[in-house]
C-alpha cells in the first residue's frame, strides 16, 4: 500500500502540494480562531499560531521528503543545476569525463572480456544444468583429462544411464578450396544428439539429429548463422546446396540460430558435420576406430534431480569396463595399464570447456586489477581538481549554508555533479569498451586461431559499469564534497578565507598526490617486467632465424598418388623454387618451429646410465638435405643429411645439442646409434648418429632447448601428408608467395596450401605475452600522465597560495634558482613518498605475476630503477613547468594583490 | 518554538494518534488539542512533527485520510484508523505495556 501510495504521489504531485498547503493553512487557521476565542487580538492571534507551529516550510519539506516523487524531484533538480554548473566550466568537465571515459571504458572492456570468458553460461537452453565428462588419470595429478577417442566416447555413450542427452564434439579445420591455397573454415565433428541435446533451434532448414550420426553415414552439414551470411548472403538457397569440405561434397541441410557459436568458449564454429562423416573426409586414415586420436570433448544433460556426485559414482562404478574396452594398441604395455586405471568424472558445465580460458584467465584478472588501479587515479586526479574548483566555489556554497540549506543538502547537491560526471563519462567508457573490446580479440586472433568471443552486452557488463561509475563517482566526490562545505560562513563571507599552504585542503591533495604516484609507480613497474619480458621473448636466440623466411604448408590429402609421386612431386617444386630470383635456400620438413603442432616420441640408447621410459621422450622432425641451413641452425658436427640417405639402410640421425648432452653426456655421439619403437613392443633396427645441430626452440619460445632428434624425410615411413616447403629469400618473403603458388599449382593443382611467414608463425606464438606487454604498457603510461596532472595541478595550485610570500623574496633578492628549489623541494617530499610506497606495493604485488614473466623476476631490480628513474623524469618535468611560472612573478603584482 | 520537556518522546507520537483516532474520525489541529486534553495539559505535541507523522502513517496505510468540513465551516483534512491501523495500534499499545512494565520492575529492582 505504502509504495503505491508514493507511486501514485507520482502521477499528482502539485496535488500533494496544494492538499499539504492547505492543511496547514487550515491548522493556522483554527489554532488562531482559538487563541481569539481565548481572547487574544485579531493580530496577535495569527502569529502566535505560526509561532507554535515553527518553520512550515521545513516542515512541508519534512512531510514531502517522504515521497518518491520528492525524492526524484529533488534528483532532478540536483541533475539540472549540476548540468548548469558543470556546461560553466566547460574544459574542467571536458577533461573529468574524458579522462573517466578512459578509466571506466578500459574497466568495461576487460570486464566485459571476463564476462565472456570466465563467466557467462553457454548460449543454449538451461546452460546450467549440462555437465561435462572428464577422465581421473594418474598423469594429470589434480586435473582432469577431457578428450577422448572416438571408439572411448562411443563405449561411454552406450553404456551409461545418468544422462538424458549426452554428446561430443571436436573441432578441425575444414578447407573449401578444391586445390590451390586453403581457404579454411572453422569445422566441427558432432555427434548426432549435440543440437537436441543444447536445445538448438535451427535459423533455416534443420540441425542434425541422431540418424545423420550412424556409420557409413552420406556427407551433411549445418552451417553458422554468421557463415552463412557472410558465405551466402544469407540465401535461403543455400540449404539443399553443397560444400566440399576437404574436396568431398557435403550437403547443407541447416542453418544454426544466430548467437549460437557452439560449446568452446574462445572459438565459433562455420561448418559443423556429423562424427561419422570423418570417415568421408580421412577416407583410410579415419580416426574413427583409432583408440589414440585424441579429438573429442563430452558434455552431457543429466536426468533429473541427479546431483554432480551422484553422476560421478555411476560413472566411476562403469569406468573399468569402458576403459578396458577400448585400451589404445600403440601404447606401450605401462601406459596400457595405466589407462585401465582411468576414471570418469562429472564436471559442471554450464560455462562450457574453454582451452583458451586456461590461457587467459590470469591476463585477465590481472588486467582488471590494473585497470582498477588506472580508475583510482584517476579518481584521485578528478577529486583533486574538485578540490581546486570548491575554492572558486566557496562564496556560492557559503552563501547557500546562510540562507539556510542543511550540509548534508549541499554534500548530495555536490554528489551529484560527481555521479553526474561519471555517468556522463560511463556513458562514453560504453561505446570505448565496445570498440577497444573488439580490437583486443582481433589483436589476440591469430592466422590459424582467429579467436570469438561473444562481446554483446549483457545486463552483467552493464551492471558492472553503472556500479563502477557511480562508486566512482562517490569515490571522487565524498571527500571534496565534505570539504567543501565545511566553511567558517563569516569568513568566506567577508571575502577572505584564501587557504593557507597550511591548510588541510592542500594537505590532503598532496596525499592524494603521493598515492598516484604510488599507484602510477606500481603499474609502471608491471608494465615495464611485461616489455621486457616480451623485448626478451622477441629477441632471444631461439636456434633457427626467423625473418626471411617463407612457410608453404603442403597437404597431399586430395592427391590421388603413391608415396614415391608424392616425393617426386614436392622434390620437383623443391628444384623450381630454388631456381626463383631471389630465393637462398629451399628445404622440406613435416614440422617447423613453434608452429603448435608437435611430435614427440620415445628413443632407446643402449647401454651406460641412458634415460628409460617417459624420462627418455624427445622431439622429432622429418627434414630434407639442407633443413638446417635453410633456419640458419649451426651444424656443428658431422654432415647434414644427403640424398643418398633414402630406403630404409642405413637409417640415420641428427640430434641437438640438449638431446648429445642428455644421452650421451661426455661422449662423442657421432657414429653411435639410438632405436625408436617401432610398434608398442618391438624396438626398430639401429639409427646411426650422423651429425649435431646447434640447439633450437621447438615447441614454445618460452621452453628451455628440449632434446631433439633429426631424420631424413626420404626415410618417413608412410610418406608426409602435410609437409612444409621452407624458403630462404633475400628480402620480404611474402612477396614470393605468388610465385611460389603458381610453381605448386603448375606441378600439382590438387595440393592444399597455406602460406605464412616464419616471423609471423614466431610472432603468432608469443600473442598473450605481446597483449599484456601491449596493454601493461598503454596502462602504465596512462597511469603516469594522470598522475603528473595530478602532480602538475597541485603544485600550480600551490604556486598561486604562495605567490605573496614568492612575490616578497624575490622582492627582497632571492634568486629563480632559490625559488624554484623552494616550490620543487616540496614537490620532491610528495614524489619520495610516492615512489618509496609504490616499490614497497609493487615488491609485494608483482609476485603474482612472475608466471607471466619470461627471462627475469618479479622483482628485478633493473627494472624497478628504470620505472623509478621514468617516473622521476616525468615529475620532474611536470613540477618545472609551474615552478618556473613562480619565478615569472612581478613583485609588485604579487604584493598589491591583497 | 522552544522544546519543553513534556514534549511527546519520538517514537510514542504514532501510539497516541493512532489512540486518539481510536473513537472516529479527526483533524490534525483536533489531535493536537485531543492528547493536551487528555493527558491533562501533561503532554504536548510538537505541532511542526504532526504532519510528517500523519503523512507517513497515511503512506504506512494506518490511517486514511478525506477533506471534510469543521463545525466552524473551515475546510479540514479528516483522519481515520484503518484496518491496518487497528492492528499496529494494538501491537504499539503491547509494545508500550511491555516497555513501561520492564522499566518498572528496574527501577524497583536495581
Given at each position: ?9 507520482l ?42 507551529f ?55 572492456a ?78 566441427m565433428?558432432?555427434?548426432?544428439d549435440?543440437?537436441t ?44 546446396s ?11 541441410v ?59 559414482a555411476?560413472?566411476?562404478a ?64 578528478i ?8 575554492a ?51 589483436y ?40 567543501s562545505?565545511?566553511?567558517s ?16 585542503r ?17 603499474l ?34 586430395d ?12 622434390s ?11 630465393v ?139 609437409l612444409?616447403?621452407?624458403v ?24 592444399a ?47 598561486l ?15 629563480h ?9 616540496d ?72 | ?23 472516529g ?57 484503518t ?28
Amino acid at each position: 500500500m505504502s509504495f503505491f501510495a508514493r507511486l501514485r504521489g507520482l502521477w499528482r504531485p502539485d496535488q500533494l502540494d496544494a492538499d499539504l498547503n492547505e492543511e496547514l493553512r487550515s491548522h493556522l487557521a483554527m489554532r488562531s480562531d482559538d487563541n481569539i476565542r481565548a481572547g487574544m487580538s485579531a493580530e496577535e492571534a495569527p502569529y502566535d499560531a505560526q509561532r507554535r507551529f515553527g518553520n512550515a516550510t521545513l516542515l512541508k519539506e519534512e512531510a514531502r521528503r517522504m515521497d518518491v516523487i520528492q525524492w526524484l524531484e529533488t534528483v532532478a533538480q540536483d541533475l539540472r543545476y549540476a548540468l548548469r554548473t558543470l556546461s560553466k566550466s566547460p574544459a574542467f568537465s571536458a577533461v573529468a569525463i574524458l579522462t573517466l571515459a578512459l578509466g571506466i571504458g578500459a574497466n568495461t572492456a576487460i570486464f566485459s572480456l571476463v564476462d565472456s570468458v570466465m563467466l557467462r553460461m553457454l548460449p543454449v537452453q538451461h546452460p546450467e544444468e549440462l555437465v561435462q565428462v572428464g577422465m581421473l588419470t594418474p598423469n594429470f595429478g589434480n586435473g582432469h583429462r577431457t578428450s577422448y577417442t572416438n571408439p572411448l566416447w562411443e563405449a561411454l555413450r552406450d553404456h551409461q544411464d545418468v544422462f538424458s542427452g549426452l554428446f561430443a564434439w571436436g573441432t578441425s579445420p575444414f578447407n573449401l578450396a578444391q586445390g590451390g591455397v586453403v581457404q579454411t573454415a572453422r569445422g566441427m565433428y558432432v555427434s548426432g544428439d549435440y543440437f537436441t541435446t543444447l536445445g538448438a533451434r535451427p535459423a533455416a532448414g534443420r540441425l542434425l539429429a541422431p540418424d545423420d550420426d550412424q556409420r557409413g553415414c552420406p556427407g551433411v552439414a549445418v552451417l553458422s548463422y554468421g557463415f552463412w551470411q557472410d558465405h551466402f548472403g544469407g540465401a535461403p538457397g543455400a540449404v539443399g546446396s553443397t560444400i566440399p569440405i576437404d574436396g568431398h561434397p557435403f550437403q547443407i541441410v541447416g542453418v544454426s540460430a544466430p548467437g549460437f557459436f557452439g560449446t568452446e568458449v574462445g572459438t565459433a564454429f562455420d561448418v559443423a558435420a556429423p562424427i561419422c562423416s570423418e570417415a568421408i573426409v580421412n577416407g583410410k586414415n579415419s580416426s574413427l576406430d583409432q583408440r589414440h586420436n585424441w579429438w573429442f570433448k563430452v558434455m552431457g544433460r543429466p536426468k533429473r534431480g541427479l546431483t554432480l556426485s551422484q553422476i560421478s559414482a555411476h560413472l566411476e562404478a562403469l569406468s573399468p569396463q569402458v576403459f578396458a574396452a577400448t585400451v589404445p594398441m600403440v601404447w606401450n604395455p605401462v601406459q596400457q595399464r595405466s589407462f585401465r586405471t582411468w576414471k570418469f568424472v562429472a564436471l559442471p558445465g554450464a560455462t562450457g570447456p574453454s582451452f583458451f580460458r586456461g590461457n587467459y584467465a590470469l591476463p585477465l584478472e590481472m588486467l582488471m586489477g590494473i585497470a582498477a588501479l588506472v580508475l583510482l587515479i584517476a579518481c584521485a586526479n578528478i577529486a583533486s581538481l574538485m578540490l581546486a574548483r570548491a575554492a572558486f566555489r566557496r562564496k556560492e556554497i557559503s552563501v547557500r549554508l546562510a540562507l539556510g540549506a542543511s550540509r548534508m543538502r549541499i554534500v548530495r547537491q555536490l554528489l551529484t555533479e560527481c555521479v553526474a560526471l561519471s555517468l556522463a563519462g560511463a556513458a562514453l567508457g560504453v561505446l570505448v569498451a565496445r570498440w577497444s573490446s573488439r580490437l583486443l580479440v582481433r589483436y589476440i586472433s591469430t592466422q590459424h586461431n582467429r579467436i570469438y568471443l561473444d562481446l554483446s552486452l549483457d545486463a552483467r557488463v552493464l551492471g558492472f559499469t553503472a556500479a563502477v561509475a557511480v562508486l566512482t563517482g562517490v569515490l571522487f566526490g565524498v571527500l571534496p564534497a565534505f570539504r567543501s562545505t565545511r566553511i567558517s560562513l563569516a569568513d568566506t563571507m567577508k571575502g577572505g578565507g584564501a587557504d593557507a599552504p597550511g591548510d588541510t585542503r592542500f594537505r590532503s591533495g598532496r596525499w592524494s598526490v603521493a598515492m598516484q604516484v604510488a599507484i602510477s609507480l606500481v603499474l609502471v613497474i608491471t608494465a615495464a617486467l611485461f616489455v621486457r619480458s616480451f623485448t626478451k621473448l622477441t629477441t632471444l636466440d631461439a636456434g633457427f632465424d626467423r625473418d626471411n623466411v617463407l612457410l608453404a604448408h603442403l597437404n597431399f590429402h586430395d592427391v590421388n598418388a603413391a608415396d614415391a609421386e608424392r616425393t617426386a612431386d614436392s622434390s620437383e617444386i623443391v628444384r623450381r623454387i630454388q631456381a626463383l630470383p631471389g630465393v637462398t635456400g629451399v628445404s622440406q620438413s613435416v614440422l617447423t618451429p613453434v608452429s603448435g603442432n608437435t611430435w614427440d616420441d620415445m628413443i632407446v640408447v643402449e647401454g651406460g646410465h641412458a634415460p628409460t621410459g617417459q624420462d627418455a621422450d624427445v622431439d622429432l622432425n622429418y627434414v630434407a638435405p639442407g633443413y638446417f641451413n635453410t633456419m640458419r641452425t649451426a651444424m656443428l658436427e658431422g654432415r647434414d643429411f644427403n640424398d643418398r640417405d633414402t630406403g630404409t639402410i642405413p637409417t640415420v640421425a641428427v640430434v641437438n645439442q640438449a638431446l648429445a648432452r642428455k644421452f650421451f653426456p661426455g661422449a662423442d655421439p657421432i657414429g653411435k646409434t639410438i632405436r625408436r619403437y617401432a610398434t608398442a613392443t618391438n624396438l626398430s633396427g639401429p639409427i646411426e648418429i650422423i651429425g649435431v645441430v646447434r640447439d633450437a626452440k621447438y615447441e614454445s619460445l618460452r621452453e628451455d632447448f628440449p632434446p631433439i632428434a633429426y631424420f631424413p624425410l626420404a626415410q618417413l615411413p608412410q610418406g608426409a601428408e602435410r609437409l612444409n616447403i621452407v624458403v630462404r629469400t633475400a628480402s620480404q618473403p611474402s612477396l614470393l608467395a605468388p610465385a611460389v603458388e603458381q610453381i605448386i599449382g603448375s606441378v600439382n593443382k590438387s595440393i592444399a596450401l597455406d602460406f605464412s611467414t616464419l616471423a609471423q608463425q614466431v610472432d603468432d606464438s608469443i600473442v598473450q605475452e605481446r597483449l599484456l606487454a601491449t596493454l601493461s604498457g598503454f596502462f602504465g603510461a596512462l597511469a603516469l600522465l594522470l598522475a603528473m596532472v595530478g602532480l602538475y595541478g597541485v603544485l600550480a595550485y600551490l604556486v598561486l597560495q604562495r605567490q605573496k610570500e614568492i612575490g616578497i623574496r624575490m622582492a627582497l633578492g632571492a634568486r629563480h634558482g632559490a625559488i624554484i628549489g623552494l616550490v620543487m623541494r616540496d614537490v620532491g617530499v610528495i614524489v619520495v613518498i610516492g615512489t618509496v610506497a609504490g616499490v614497497g606495493i609493487a615488491w609485494l604485488t608483482t609476485r603474482l605475476v612472475q608466471g607471466l614473466l619470461f627471462g627475469l623476476q618479479a622483482h628485478d631490480a633493473g627494472t624497478v630503477a628504470i620505472a623509478v628513474a621514468l617516473l622521476a623524469g616525468v615529475a620532474f618535468v611536470a613540477s618545472y613547468l609551474p615552478a618556473r611560472r613562480a619565478t615569472r612573478v612581478d613583485p609588485m603584482t604579487a604584493l598589491r594583490h591583497e | 518554538m522552544t522544546k519543553g520537556k513534556n514534549d511527546v518522546l519520538q517514537g510514542t507520537l504514532a501510539l497516541l494518534v493512532l489512540k486518539t483516532l481510536q473513537h472516529g474520525q479527526m483533524h490534525g489541529y483536533g489531535i493536537t488539542l485531543r492528547i493536551q486534553q487528555v493527558s491533562n495539559d501533561f503532554l504536548r505535541v510538537e505541532e511542526g512533527s504532526l504532519y510528517p507523522a500523519l503523512h507517513r502513517m497515511e503512506q504506512d496505510g494506518w490511517i486514511a485520510a478525506e477533506w471534510g468540513v469543521t463545525e466552524n465551516n473551515r475546510r479540514a483534512r479528516y483522519y481515520r484508523l484503518t484496518a491496518a491501523g487497528r492492528k499496529q495500534l494494538a501491537e504499539e499499545e503491547k509494545n508500550w505495556a511491555d516497555l513501561t512494565r520492564a522499566v518498572a520492575a528496574v527501577l524497583q529492582l536495581a
